[in-house]
């Protein structure tokens, strides 16, 4: 029996390993376990989405990852020898990050596991929960060790991050309620030469009553996805397989070599029914799962993890309450993974599932007269990259009145970068890096005649809090003031995960203290 008290990350998959690193950024004790002895050798998720690489900052990896990835530029669809349409996917979004970034999964796991490690925290691989139990003070989780040894694990809190088939979820008897997609895919890492295509692109290609899509990977592979006829089957697939549904099907003139992966699939559309149960969450695949059409399971995952990690750092830290912290979580993540099921569960409904011939002809004439137009672009490109999540519900954001229909920087919705000027240096800074640090961040934008004077009520709320003050010496121009929807003296409340929890103008600062009370004060 080990006594901790250490939260313990089922699971060292992307979300695992973002949520232990925002743990450990706090100074909690963390344990993560993987039974894998191994990391994956393959990559599903391909692509990191801009409100991931927000979150990713604070991790201080994101140097790491844009030095290893490449910038995504279009994705474009065409039926046969026409292009239908080239949809731009890496300009628009209002983001410190305004692409999707190519980065194999196995990347960005080998770059969150270093950074855990620099954290002082390994991986115990080979390492399986079996069980669980819990009760009002603590989990106990039945662990089991390579050597076969068995150890009982007591921890104050229990994160099951530990993907699809999660074992917290069935040990917590949580549902995960949805449906499996009927058909059968393949999948392919393979390399392609006699063509012209765009490795910064990505091809959805539909012709003869089928569809193949081919996705930028590492250096020079592609992605393969297709799907098989119905009632083929589920045998594995073959090279010989891809390349005819390829020449069927896709942009034609392409030769599949050098198999580095090959799958057969089937697709889950499913969403757990609770995210929570006493001292355990779920997280990542745990929690949702979803068609890979759109790249945003992974995207997902890691953005829970940070929802996650700062509250639970929070409560285990003496900080807030504790009620309205942890049971925020669920509130505010499982609307955001059930619009994101939906919303793949319909492309990848577009994409593949042919129709008639008429159908097809429909289709092609929508995708070709909407998808060329620059407003859907950007409405696909802002809805993929999660930017404009918005947290409607939960005692969270309704600490800080959120308007019914949340704009960005409303309660609720994301913060945005600014430019300002350093009064010290004189030099320009961005706003983001102070956003991404572990406290709230609050924003006084001030006349030079009107300070907000915030001491007296910032009392007690230790270096979680931190005033930053844009008046009119550091922003001059009313840039970042603008930015943030104001038209006079204001203030913006900013949590560690970048998302507004309150804001107000100068005479009014009572959501401020309903929040800083119930949140930030020991
Ligand atoms: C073909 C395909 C393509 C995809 N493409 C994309 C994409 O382009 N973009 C995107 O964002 N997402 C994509 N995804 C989804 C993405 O891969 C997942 O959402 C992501 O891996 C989820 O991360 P996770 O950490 O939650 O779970 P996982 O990555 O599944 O990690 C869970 C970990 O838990 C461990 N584990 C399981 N049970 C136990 C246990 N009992 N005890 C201890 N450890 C345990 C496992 O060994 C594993 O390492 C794709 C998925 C597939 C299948």
Redesign the pocket.
């Known amino acids: 029996m080990t006594m901790n008290t250490a939260v313990l990350v089922?699971?060292?998959?992307?979300?695992?390993l973002s949520l232990a690193i925002t743990l450990r950024r706090y100074g909690v004790p963390v344990r993560i376990?993987?039974?894998?002895d191994e990391p994956?050798g393959v990559s599903?998720?391909?692509?990191l989405w801009s409100a991931s690489m927000e979150a990713l900052e604070g991790m201080g990896v994101m140097d790491a990852m844009l030095a290893e990835g490449t910038n995504l530029n279009s994705l474009r669809i065409g039926d046969g020898a026409r292009e239908l349409a080239a949809m731009a996917v890496g300009k628009g979004i209002d983001s410190p990050y305004p692409f999707p970034l190519l980065l194999s999964?196995a990347r960005t796991e080998r770059i969150l596991t270093a950074r855990l490690s620099a954290l002082g925290v390994e991986i115990e691989r080979g390492?399986?929960?079996t069980g669980l139990s819990q009760d009002e003070e603590q989990v106990s989780a039945e662990l089991k060790h390579p050597d076969g040894r068995t150890e009982t694990l007591h921890t104050p809190y229990l994160a099951g991050?530990?993907?699809?088939?999660?074992?917290v979820r069935h040990a917590l008897g949580i549902e995960y309620q949805g449906y499996t997609e009927p058909y059968t895919y393949l999948?392919g890492d393979v390399l392609i030469d006699g063509d012209n295509l765009d490795h910064q692109s990505i091809y959805l290609w539909w012709h003869n009553g089928g569809t193949a899509a081919l996705f930028p990977f590492e250096e020079s592979v592609w992605r393969v996805f297709a799907m098989r006829k119905p009632g083929s089957g589920d045998e594995p697939t073959t090279i010989a397989e891809l390349q005819e549904h390829i020449d069927r099907h896709g942009p034609g003139g392409l030769h599949l070599s050098d198999p580095s992966w090959l799958s057969v699939?089937h697709i889950n559309e499913r969403l757990a029914e609770r995210y929570r149960s006493g001292r355990c969450f779920l997280?990542?695949?745990?929690a949702h799962i979803h068609s890979?059409a759109g790249?945003?399971?992974?995207?997902t995952?890691i953005q829970d993890a940070v929802n996650l990690g700062w509250k639970l750092a929070y409560v285990l830290n003496g900080i807030g309450d504790t009620d309205v912290l942890l049971d925020s979580y669920e509130a505010e993540r499982r609307p955001v993974a059930r619009d994101v099921v939906d919303a793949a569960a319909q492309k990848l409904h577009i994409a593949f599932n042919s129709g008639s011939k008429a159908k097809t002809v429909i289709k092609n004439l929508a995708v070709s007269i909407f998808g060329n137009l620059p407003a859907v672009q950007k409405k696909l490109q802002v809805e993929l990259s999660e930017t404009e999540i918005v947290y409607r519900e939960g005692p969270l954001v309704a600490l800080g009145a959120p308007p019914r229909k949340p704009k960005r920087t409303d309660v609720g919705a994301r913060a945005r970068d600014a430019a300002f000027v350093d009064t010290a240096s004189g030099a320009e800074r961005r706003l983001w890096p102070l956003l991404s640090e572990l406290h709230h961040s609050l924003l006084l934008f001030e006349d030079a005649d009107h300070s907000i004077a915030v001491d007296e009520i910032a009392e007690g709320t230790g270096d979680r809090l931190r005033i930053v003050r844009l008046d009119g010496r550091s922003d001059p121009t009313h840039a970042a003031r603008d930015r943030f929807r104001f038209d006079g003296p204001g203030w913006v409340l900013v949590r560690p995960d970048q998302v507004v929890a309150a804001r107000g103008k100068a005479g009014d600062l009572s959501g401020l203290n309903r929040y800083l009370d119930r949140v930030l004060r020991a």
């Open positions: 089922t699971g060292a998959g992307p979300t695992g376990i993987d039974r894998a994956a599903k998720a391909l692509a999964q390492v399986e929960l991050c530990d993907g699809a088939r999660s074992a999948l699939f997280a990542g695949d745990a890979p790249g945003q399971g992974m995207n995952g």
